[in-house]
Structures are given as C-alpha cells and as structure tokens.
C-alpha cells in the first residue's frame, strides 16, 4: 500500500505541472487583459499596471516567474481584489464550499445507499422501478439545471427557501438547502444505482446463501453481510464522486450567489483575474488527486482482492 502511495504521488508532480501550464497559457491566449475594463485609464497607467504583475513580460517569461514564486507557496495578489493575497481570499471562501461540499456528499452517501438497497430488496417490484426511474432522472439533471430550477420554483414561485443572501459570517440551515440538494442529487441518483446493483449480486452469493443456512435475521444478513459488500463499488467510486460536487459547485455557488470558491473562480474567469483562477485551479486540481488517491487507498484496504492485485 505504501508503494501505492508513493506511485500516485510521483505521478501527481507531473500532472499538476500540466494542469498547472495549461490553465496559465490558456488564460493568456483569452483575449484582453485584466485591466483592459478599467473606465478611463491612459495607455501609459494601463502599461504600469501591467508591468505591477509582470504581464509586460513574455508569456513564457512570465510562466517563470509564476512558477518560482509557487514553489516558495506565493499564490501571487489578486488582480481585481486590490491588497488582496489569492491566499487570503481564497481562505475566506473556502468554509462554504466545504460545508456544502461536504453535506452534498453525506446527503448522496445516506439516501443514494437506502435507496438502493431498498431497490434492491425489492428486485422487478413497482418499488424497485420507481426508484430507479428516479435515479435515471437524477443521472440526466445535473446541477446546472437542477439548480435554477430549484431557484426558480421553491424559492421564487413558491417562496419557500432562501435563494441568496448567506455571508461568510451568517450560515443558516434554510439557506444551504436548496444549494446541497441540487449538488446532491445526480450523486444519488448513481450511488443508488451502484449499490441497487451490487447489492443484487451480494444477495445470491455464497456468503449470503451460508449466513441464511446459519439462521441468521434477514436483517443482520443484509446489512452486516451483504451491504458491507455491496458498498466497495460506492468506496470505488468516491473519488470521481467528490470530483463532480466540486466542479458543480461552480454553478452551484454562482446560481445561489454563494461565498464560496466556485463563485469566486467564475468572478475571477469573467474579469481575468489571472492570479485568483490560477489559484482556484491548482487547490481544486490538487483536491480532486488528493481524494482519487484516497478513494483508491481505502478501496484497497476493504478490498483484499485489490491489495493483492
């Protein structure tokens, strides 16, 4: 296992090296620059400006500059939040993304696994095709739709819920729901579809057949024997899981004007802030290794089969 971490770890370098020059060269290929909106600014301020952050330079030039300043843990200033570090704002908007990353995830875990063992109880019944009718529907609506939609009719028409209004220092309940289920219901659209299935398998396998011959309670037998089975596909699939809630919470976070990360990426991509995109695409670039390398670490120790492999 060791040996494992060690080799997703080398190959994490020179993928976040990629990552890294491809965000940079494709933010300078967009057209204008980050002070090319600024209402009544002479040619020579503009250029002074410009050369404030080194974008006098050639690309490449500037390419490394950026990359000796990363590897000394500079993420550079803002270009638009002015005596502001992309650290610092980057810190403040972090706590939201997480609580809602982080309810969305347990929300899809807990109700995709019931639902789908559920499903699976209940194999070919009018329950069973409910159930994965609606999981087919969560798989087709992600959270770009799901999300104005929700806006639209639970807090607009029907009033209901809050649909903006949440500060960095003011979090409440009602404001995080509509954001977490719409991130969460394409996660448990598939999580019950994972387990539904593999939770079918578990129940005709020879373990089961063996449990069942001992006299155990159908209820010990499928949650203290099939399910912890069934839920090694759910483990498999964490990491790209955390991968797509952190991606939705892009819209998520814009839709819901939401003081988050994803907001401020999509802020700082409309009005170039070079230095705040950067720094958003390697955290969440960083994250997004971080938790495949987890997800298949703790597949590998509930799985023998994989540790042996």
């Avoid at 590897?71 to 002015?82: E, H, I, R, V």
């Avoid at 006299?215 to 964490?238: D, K």
Wanted: aromatic content about 8%; charged content about 15%; glycine content about 6%.
């Amino acid at each position: 296992m060791f040996v494992q971490i060690v080799r997703r770890l080398l190959i994490a370098i020179p993928t976040m090296f990629v990552i890294i020059a491809a965000a940079f060269f494709l933010m300078r290929a967009a057209p204008g620059s980050p002070f090319s909106s600024e209402r009544q600014v002479s040619a020579e301020i503009e250029q002074r400006m410009l050369a404030a952050y080194d974008l006098d330079k050639p690309v490449g030039e500037q390419f490394r500059l950026y990359v000796v300043r990363l590897l000394q843990g500079d993420l550079g200033p803002s270009m638009k939040y002015k005596d502001k570090d992309v650290a610092d704002i980057i810190a403040e908007g972090l706590p939201t993304s997480l609580i809602i990353g982080g309810a969305a995830m347990l929300l899809a875990l807990a109700v995709g696994s019931g639902l789908g063992v559920w499903a699976a109880l209940r194999q070919n019944r009018p329950e069973d095709y409910v159930a994965m009718s609606f999981a087919v529907a969560g798989v087709c609506l992600p959270p770009l739709v799901l999300a104005p939609l929700f806006s639209l009719v639970f807090g607009v028409q029907l009033e209901w819920l809050p649909t903006s209004g949440l500060y960095r220092d003011h979090y409440t309940v009602s404001h995080l729901v509509l954001p977490v289920i719409a991130l969460a219901l394409p996660q448990v659209a598939i999580i019950s579809r994972l387990i539904r299935a593999s939770m079918i398998e578990a129940m005709r396998s020879n373990a089961i057949r063996t449990a069942r011959a001992k006299g155990l309670p159908e209820s010990q037998v499928v949650w203290r024997h099939a399910l912890p089975v069934a839920m090694l596909p759910v483990v498999s699939y964490l990491g790209p899981a955390i991968s797509a809630v952190l991606l939705g919470s892009f819209v998520i976070e814009k839709v819901f004007q939401l003081p988050g990360i994803g907001k401020l990426f999509t802020d700082g991509a409309l009005q170039r802030d070079y230095t705040l995109v950067m720094g958003v695409v390697i955290l969440y670039a960083g994250m997004i290794m971080f938790f495949n390398m987890m997800s298949d670490v703790l597949y590998s120790v509930l799985d023998p089969r994989a540790r042996r492999s």
